[in-house]
């Protein structure tokens, strides 16, 4: 008993000790400074958060994935310690996908893994599409494809009531209504909580929105008929089947959207942050799917 209690004491040492492990440094894209926390060495691996997060939500995934690779968590553009430009069209997909390019090219690396939670997953999905030459392999959380999503918003009752937060932030001044307290909200570990809360406190509320109002469908919803980009590498998903926000009929046919191997997980009891809720089971999936 008393060695379950060290080893669980150490492992939480552990793991709030990441901060004063990692390295911090800033790619330039285009004039906007990217923040990145780095740890470990080997084949690089580019982390991407969502909505409303920063880079120490992949705390855990780190801790383990840094012992065979160097693991590069970014905040994105409006978030933390990254530069926050004015103005909606600053936060195009484009220029999304082009921050998380900056950050492997100033690591001097041609390509990278790429793992991608809520918004990196939607900005991972767009990079793999776009960059296949800079993506070695791809790992989504709590996002399914973008046209799986489009679809369900097309036609599904269900996901268009639950995505009514999301047309509240497409919303003139919508950021007024937010606090970093509220924001941080979901994190249920509270040291956890008061790093975030000092995070959110840095960031950019109306920057966290503009990735909203630029990129999330607006209403009337309408099927995408263009033709289907897939993606070129081995992709692994993961899904938390208690997601509220994305529900579960958007992972259909996701097949249909890469060339390779798909390896889809769905955790029930797991909710929209899966890589905290079930942060054990996602860690040991990532690991042992990148291994094989």
Not at 18 to 31: K, L, M, T
Not at 51 to 79: C, I
Not at 194 to 211: C, G, T
Request: contains cysteine; proline residues 4%; charged residues 25%.
């Amino acid at each position: 008993m008393k060695l379950v209690l060290f080893l669980i004491a150490a492992s939480l040492a552990c793991s709030a000790d990441i901060e004063s492990r990692v390295e911090h440094g800033y790619a330039d894209s285009g004039g906007v400074k990217i923040h990145y926390a780095s740890l470990g060495k080997g084949p690089l691996i580019i982390l991407i958060h969502g909505f409303p997060d920063y880079w120490y939500t992949w705390r855990n995934q780190m801790e383990e994935l840094s012992k065979n690779y160097q693991t590069v968590a970014v905040d994105l553009r409006g978030y933390n310690l990254s530069d926050k430009p004015k103005g909606v069209e600053q936060y195009d997909m484009r220029l999304l996908v082009g921050d998380i390019a900056a950050v492997v090219k100033h690591l001097k690396r041609d390509k990278a893994i790429i793992i991608g939670h809520d918004w990196g997953g939607a900005i991972a999905w767009t990079f793999a599409a776009a960059l296949p030459e800079m993506t070695e392999r791809l790992i989504i959380c709590n996002l399914p494809n973008l046209r799986g999503l489009n679809r369900e918003l097309a036609t599904n009752p269900e996901q268009q009531k639950n995505s009514a937060y999301a047309r509240r932030f497409q919303s003139e001044g919508a950021h007024k209504q937010l606090t970093a307290e509220g924001l941080a909200g979901w994190v249920k570990d509270p040291a956890a909580k008061a790093k975030y809360i000092e995070a959110f406190r840095r960031s950019d509320f109306e920057a966290m929105l503009n990735f909203y109002k630029r990129n999330y469908p607006r209403e009337p919803y309408t099927l995408d008929t263009s033709p289907v980009v897939k993606v070129k590498m081995p992709v692994l998903m993961i899904h938390g089947l208690d997601d509220k926000a994305l529900l579960p009929g958007a992972l259909n046919n996701s097949w249909d959207y890469v060339e390779k191997d798909l390896t889809l997980v769905t955790i029930p009891g797991a909710g929209h942050f899966v890589q905290q809720d079930a942060s054990e089971m996602v860690t040991r999936t990532m690991k042992m799917w990148l291994n094989r």
